[in-house]
């Protein structure tokens, strides 16, 4: 059993929602209560670990916690000495205070770090929408982040606060069990461009620059001849890296992903649409799976989102459920409605460009939610977590 303080009652009902159900794998049942300041969670066998609320209860009215002046301006470290139930040496406090009391006698664990509103930050990306700070192609990006500030970028700090919070259960319960999860290597391409030779004037700009900009004729011959051996059969076009991605994937007992991109709406955009079925029908025969790349401003454009899919939906024959924004363009929690909408399964945007690292702090996929209509979506986010540019 699990009592709540009774006011941002949506938000408070996902983030338990997400631990437990999601990632602990348990039942449990809510009550709310008037008047209180903590979140008091009751084991069937009397334990009670009672976490401190430093955040929700400072807001009344819905919404009213979505300001910057909310963001952590610092973040204090509690170390193994001062809390046996960590998983690491240490752990971050985003929200709580370095406090952790175990009463023997009654059973009970107080523990001042306040690891739902922390989880909630961190999940739900609501510190990118008070934050103005965007990068040139209109990006959060990862030096305004606070898990970046304070070095825990790095870190699955959600998971970290989970395996916390199933440590004190344990301590207290030991008829109580978690579900199982296994670790999975998870390989995506993003097909930006799918071949570099794909029509006779294809590349020239590129062999014009080695002559003009380089001056290196060398160059400039190679590249003609590589062009000239592709358009002829003669060898590989250069971009055909299809069988030697799905080679490596096998080699190590997994699959790829193969996220499809055919749109113009934008400069940063390519359309691959004449190549599509000829790519899907090769990786389909090996087993492998095709999702979803929308254009660069897919992410904030519904209309854009929707007709790029339908085409390319039309053009190999099935439908896409999962994929990633071209360029990580993503703006919370616009992006994330735009795909719910558009049914997809879930996505795997989030990641900063620059860096490599936990943009969401977790490892696991998660249910996630819109921030604005305070509701939780269909939609999963699998976090990208290291992409090969970075």
């Given at each position: 059993k699990i009592f709540i303080p009774d006011n941002?009652?949506?938000?408070?009902?996902?983030?338990?929602?997400?631990?437990?159900?999601?990632?602990?794998?348990?039942?449990?049942?809510?009550?709310f209560r008037e008047n209180t300041s903590v979140w008091e969670i009751e084991l069937?066998?009397?334990?009670?670990?009672?976490?401190e609320d430093h955040f929700f209860r400072k807001f009344q009215r819905d919404l009213e916690y979505l300001n910057i002046k909310n963001i952590p301006h610092s973040v204090?470290?509690?170390?193994?000495?001062?809390?046996?139930f960590l998983s690491?040496?240490?752990?971050?406090?985003?929200?709580?205070?370095?406090?952790?009391?175990?009463?023997?006698?009654?059973?009970?664990?107080i523990c001042g770090i306040d690891i739902f509103a922390s989880s909630f930050f961190m999940l739900t990306r609501w510190e990118e929408y008070v934050n103005p700070s965007r990068d040139e192609y209109n990006r959060f990006p990862h030096t305004e982040s606070i898990a970046y500030k304070f070095n825990f970028l790095h870190r699955p700090i959600v998971n970290e606060y989970v395996e916390m919070l199933w440590n004190m259960m344990k301590y207290l319960s030991f008829n109580i069990y978690r579900k199982k999860r296994n670790f999975q290597i998870l390989l995506t391409h993003d097909?930006?461009?799918?071949?570099?030779?794909?029509?006779?004037?294809?590349?020239?700009?590129?062999?014009?620059?080695?002559?003009?900009k380089r001056k290196n004729l060398i160059l400039a011959f190679e590249n003609m001849k590589t062009k000239?051996?592709?358009?002829?059969?003669?060898?590989?076009?250069?971009?055909?890296?299809?069988?030697?991605?799905?080679?490596?994937?096998?080699?190590?007992?997994?699959?790829?992903?193969?996220?499809?991109?055919?749109?113009?709406?934008?400069?940063?955009?390519?359309?691959?649409?004449?190549?599509?079925?000829?790519?899907?029908?090769?990786?389909?025969s090996r087993g492998h799976f095709i999702g979803y790349h929308p254009s660069f401003n897919a992410y904030k454009d519904i209309e854009i989102f929707r007709k790029d899919k339908q085409k390319i939906e039309k053009i190999i024959g099935i439908p896409l459920k999962f994929g990633?924004?071209?360029?990580?363009?993503?703006?919370?929690?616009?992006?994330?409605?735009?795909?719910?909408?558009?049914?997809?399964?879930?996505?795997s945007t989030l990641y900063y460009a620059d860096e490599e690292g936990f943009r969401c702090g977790v490892c696991y996929p998660y249910s996630v939610f819109n921030f604005l209509t305070r509701k939780k979506l269909k939609l999963k986010e699998k976090s990208l977590t290291i992409m090969e540019w970075t």
């Open positions: 941002n009652i949506n938000e408070r009902q996902y983030i338990v929602d997400v631990i437990f159900r999601e990632f602990l794998g348990l039942d449990y049942l809510v009550e069937k066998d009397r334990g009670r670990i009672i976490i204090k470290f509690q170390d193994k000495k001062n809390n046996p690491e040496c240490d752990i971050p406090i985003i929200y709580g205070e370095d406090k952790l009391a175990i009463d023997e006698n009654s059973k009970t664990i097909i930006d461009i799918a071949f570099k030779y794909s029509s006779l004037i294809s590349g020239s700009r590129e062999i014009l620059g080695d002559i003009l000239i051996m592709t358009h002829l059969n003669i060898i590989k076009d250069p971009y055909d890296t299809f069988d030697y991605l799905m080679d490596i994937s096998e080699r190590f007992s997994t699959k790829s992903y193969f996220f499809l991109h055919a749109s113009t709406s934008s400069v940063y955009d390519f359309d691959n649409s004449r190549y599509l079925k000829t790519l899907v029908d090769k990786i389909k990633r924004q071209h360029w990580l363009t993503f703006e919370a929690p616009t992006t994330w409605q735009i795909w719910n909408d558009c049914n997809m399964e879930w996505d």
